[in-house]
T-cell receptor, first 114, second 114 residues
Framework: AAGVIQSPRHLIKEKRETATLKCYPI?????VYWYQQGPGQDPQFLIS???????DKGSIPDRFSAQQFSDYHSELNMSSLELGDSALYFC?????????????FGSGTRLTVV | KQEVTQIPAALSVPEGENLVLNCSFT??????LQWFRQDPGKGLTSLLL?????REQTSGRLNASLDKSSGRSTLYIAASQPGDSATYLC?????????????FGRGTSLIVHP
């Protein structure tokens, strides 16, 4: 079965650079969520989209932005990167209309800022 | 604000033992609870999803129970194996408040040694 696809798997950037993370949800899933997970931490919710519209916003820094496109894939744009942005970034998708089967997570993008 | 606590934070057991991992949450108004497994540096794999109207779910050697009124869920792992070594996280999805973003616990880090 198709899963949530994230790219790239690994990314190394220097301070003050920008990064773009991509997420391709499970087909027919209408909601995408972005999470940030620091070392030894639980996943922290950043932002979500339902039917291509932002639906919820969590602890996402102003330097970050995200959008969901017409094909339902989503991109997380990160600017002016800081060392503290180094983390594992997860995307998850779900189907919110009708019966609800939980969240499916991607394998994540490991971002290292040097 | 929903708070999710997982106990113990870490567990090391010999192979073959039956285990109980605990997840407690402060707000009992939940839509469902989902247990995930996370291998080091990897994504979250869904193990079991319990809707608020259910008391338990089973998958193979895993059994998850939910007592919504007391704010508790347990994940029972029978006959543990070294391959079960991972971090186990529970996530609670709220039933009210207009937001359906799940809150994660910090996880239980499990090591099963041969």
């Amino acid at each position: 079965a198709a899963g949530v696809i994230q790219s790239p798997r690994h990314l190394i950037k220097e301070k003050r650079e920008t990064a773009t993370l991509k997420c391709y949800p499970i087909p027919r899933h209408d909601t995408v969520y972005w999470y940030q997970q620091g070392p030894g931490q639980d996943p922290q919710f950043l932002i979500s989209f339902y039917e291509k519209m932002q639906s919820d916003k969590g602890s996402i820094p102003d330097r970050f932005s995200a959008q969901q496109f017409s094909d339902y894939h989503s991109e997380l744009n990160m600017s002016s990167l800081e060392l503290g942005d180094s983390a594992l970034y997860f995307c998850a998708s779900s189907f919110e209309q009708g019966a609800w089967y939980g969240y499916t997570f991607g394998s994540g993008t490991r971002l290292t800022v040097v | 604000k929903q708070e999710v606590t997982q106990i113990p934070a870490a567990l090391s057991v010999p192979e073959g033992e039956n285990l109980v991992l605990n997840c407690s949450f402060t707000d009992s108004a939940i839509y469902n609870l989902q247990w995930f497994r996370q291998d080091p540096g990897k994504g979250l794999t869904s193990l079991l999803l319990i809707q608020s109207s259910q008391r338990e779910q089973t998958s193979g050697r895993l059994n998850a129970s939910l007592d919504k009124s007391s704010g508790r869920s347990t994940l029972y792992i029978a006959a543990s194996q070294p391959g079960d070594s991972a971090t186990y996280l529970c996530a609670v999805r709220p039933a009210s408040g207009g937001s359906y973003i799940p809150t994660f616990g910090r996880g239980t880090s499990l090591i099963v040694h041969p």
